[in-house]
C-alpha cells in the first residue's frame, strides 16, 4: 500500500494474477478509520483499565472491512493506571510487517536536541575481549562442540512438538480445533524496570531471565489455582520468540530503500519449544529465574534456531495454535507485559492477578 495524490491511497486490485497486479486509488475518509470511543466521564483509574482491557479485546476480534484500506487508529482519550491517555494502532499484516512498519514509525520522529539530525540509538558494545588467542581457542571449541550437541537434540525437539507431541490440556490449552479463530479476551500489567533491575543485580541475572522467570511461575500460579490438583505436573511449553535479524538498532525507510535488492526485508524470526518449568519440580519462586537463566543460556549455545530457520516453511505448518500469547515491551522504566487469551477458557483478570503475585513473591525472595 502507498500513498497517492490529494489525499489518495493506492490499493492492489482484486480478481488479477500475481504477476498483472496493478494500484487503485481510493479515497481515504478519516471518519472510517479514526475511531474515538465514548465512556462515561469521571470514574476511576481501575473503572478505565478495565474499559481499556474490554475496549482492545472488542476490536481485537473485529475484521477489517474488504471495502476501503485495512488500518484504523483508536483514541483512548480516558486516563488508565498506565497513562494519560492510549492511541491504538490497529492495522493488518498485509500492509506490513512488524519490522518495516516500525522503522516507518520510527522515520517520523525527530531527534529532540536537533530537529535536522536524524533519529538515532545508542550502539550495542561489546566488552573488549583482552584474553590470549590460546584461551579463546580453548574457550571456543567446548563451545562448538555444546552448540552442535544441544541444536541436534533442540531441533529434534522442536520437529516433534511441532508435529506429533501434545501439551496436556490444561488452564491455559483448551485443545479446541479451530482455537486460533476463538475470541481473544487482551489484559496488559506493568511492572517497573527499576525493580526488575534490583532482582537482577541481586541474582547476578539478566533481566531477561527475571521477566521470562516471572511469566513462568504467574502461569503455574495460574494452572494451580484453576486445576489444583494436575497442574504442578502437566506439560506445559511455550514457543519463544527469536530475532534472527543480525542488525543492531532500526533502518529508515529511506535506508531500506537504498538497500541492494537481495536484502531482506521483513520479519526475520523462529519460534523455539521451551518447556515451562513444573511446579513439582521447581518449588521456590527463585528456582523459577534460575530454571530460566539456565534455558536462556542453552539455547543460546545452540544451533537449534538456525537449523529450525531452515525448515520453518514447513514446520509453521505443523505449528498447533495457542490459547495464550505474552509479549512483553520496556518504554520510560515500565515493562508493560500484555496478554491475548482464549476468551470464554481463560479467566483474564485471574491470569493477570497470577502474574502481579508471581513477580511481587520474585521480589520479596530477592530482597
Not at 10 to 36: M, T
Not at 120 to 148: D, H
Not at 260 to 277: E, M, Y
Request: aromatic share 10%.
Amino acid at each position: 500500500m502507498e500513498f497517492g495524490e490529494e489525499g489518495q491511497l493506492l490499493e492492489p486490485v482484486e480478481g488479477v494474477d500475481e504477476k498483472n497486479k496493478q494500484w487503485k486509488r481510493v479515497q481515504v475518509k478519516l471518519e472510517d478509520h479514526v475511531h474515538v470511543p465514548i465512556f462515561p466521564s469521571g470514574m476511576s483509574l481501575e473503572s478505565y483499565d478495565t474499559y481499556f482491557d474490554e475496549y482492545i479485546t472488542k476490536i481485537a476480534s473485529e475484521t477489517f472491512p474488504q471495502s476501503r484500506p485495512l488500518w484504523e487508529l483508536h483514541l483512548f482519550k480516558y486516563p488508565t493506571s498506565h497513562a494519560a491517555g492510549q492511541i491504538i494502532f490497529k492495522i493488518h499484516h498485509a500492509l506490513g510487517d512488524g519490522y518495516s512498519l516500525m522503522g516507518a514509525l520510527l522515520s517520523c520522529l525527530q531527534n529532540a536536541h536537533n530537529p535536522s539530525v536524524p533519529l538515532t540509538f545508542p550502539s550495542l558494545k561489546g566488552a573488549k575481549n583482552e584474553t590470549s588467542s590460546r584461551s579463546r581457542v580453548f574457550e571456543f571449541v567446548p563451545k562448538i562442540f555444546s552448540a552442535v550437541i544441544n541444536g541436534a537434540w533442540d531441533f529434534s525437539w522442536s520437529i516433534l512438538k511441532g508435529t506429533w507431541v501434545e501439551d496436556d490440556q490444561t488452564p491455559i490449552r483448551s485443545g479446541v480445533v479451530g482455537v486460533e479463530f476463538q475470541p481473544v479476551s487482551m489484559s496488559t500489567l506493568m511492572l517497573s524496570i527499576e525493580e526488575i533491575k534490583l532482582i537482577k543485580n541481586k541474582l547476578g541475572v539478566t533481566i531477561n531471565d527475571v521477566i521470562a522467570g516471572t511469566i513462568f511461575l504467574g502461569t503455574r500460579m495460574y494452572m494451580q489455582l484453576m486445576n489444583t490438583e494436575k497442574s504442578s505436573s502437566q506439560n506445559c511449553t511455550a514457543l519463544v520468540l527469536l530475532n534472527t535479524r543480525l542488525v543492531a538498532g532500526y533502518k529508515s525507510v529511506q535506508e531500506m530503500l537504498m538497500e541492494p535488492s537481495n536484502s531482506s526485508w521483513g520479519n526475520q524470526f523462529v519460534f523455539l519449544h521451551v518447556p515451562v518449568p513444573k511446579s513439582s519440580e521447581v518449588s521456590k519462586p527463585l528456582d523459577f529465574v534460575w530454571e530460566a537463566q539456565k534455558i536462556v543460556k542453552r539455547h543460546r549455545s545452540s544451533s537449534a534456531w538456525y537449523l529450525t530457520i531452515r525448515l520453518w516453511d514447513i514446520l509453521k505448518k505443523f505449528r498447533g495454535p495457542e490459547c495464550l500469547t505474552i509479549t512483553a515491551m520496556s518504554y520510560m522504566g515500565k515493562l508493560r507485559i500484555a496478554m491475548g487469551a482464549e476468551k470464554g477458557f481463560i479467566d483474564s483478570n485471574k491470569l493477570q492477578a497470577c502474574m502481579e503475585d508471581a513477580f511481587r513473591v520474585i521480589s520479596e525472595a530477592a530482597n
